[in-house]
Nanobody, 120 residues
Framework: QVQLVESGGGLVQAGGSLRLSCAAS????????MGWYRQAPGEQRELVAAITGSGRTNYADSVKGRFTISRDNAKKTVYLQMNSLKPEDTAVYYCAADKRYGSLTPNDYWGQGTQVTVSS
């Protein structure tokens, strides 16, 4: 079983930056696809970014050029660097993992979420 724990959320002004981290348990992290989803109050959860076991990435159009997903397999951690943050980025951000290493829509395992609030 894989456990995911997010950290790094908080309050930031528009135009600022945050880096989210997701620490994973398990011995096969490097073979898992990983990703970040977000959900604003009253809104549907959406995929923000994903990265496969081989490093292929996928981003929502709304964050392209501003967010970067990366992974450090030695640390069993996936990151989401968020730059040029906008108020509409405000949401709970969830880390996700998929046992299919090539998946760009990981959804087998979920973290508890971390709140990101961007003030205008």
């Amino acid at each position: 079983q894989v456990q995911l724990v997010e950290s790094g959320g908080g309050l930031v002004q528009a135009g600022g930056s945050l880096r989210l981290s997701c620490a994973a348990s398990g011995s096969i992290f490097g073979a898992y696809a990983m990703g970040w989803y977000r959900q604003a109050p009253g809104e549907q959860r959406e995929l923000v970014a994903a990265i496969t076991g081989s490093g292929r990435t996928n981003y929502a159009d709304s964050v392209k050029g501003r967010f970067t997903i990366s992974r450090d397999n030695a640390k069993k951690t996936v990151y989401l660097q968020m730059n040029s943050l906008k108020p509409e980025d405000t949401a709970v951000y969830y880390c996700a993992a998929d046992k299919r290493y090539g998946s760009l829509t990981p959804n087998d395992y979920w973290g508890q979420g971390t709140q990101v609030t961007v003030s205008s």
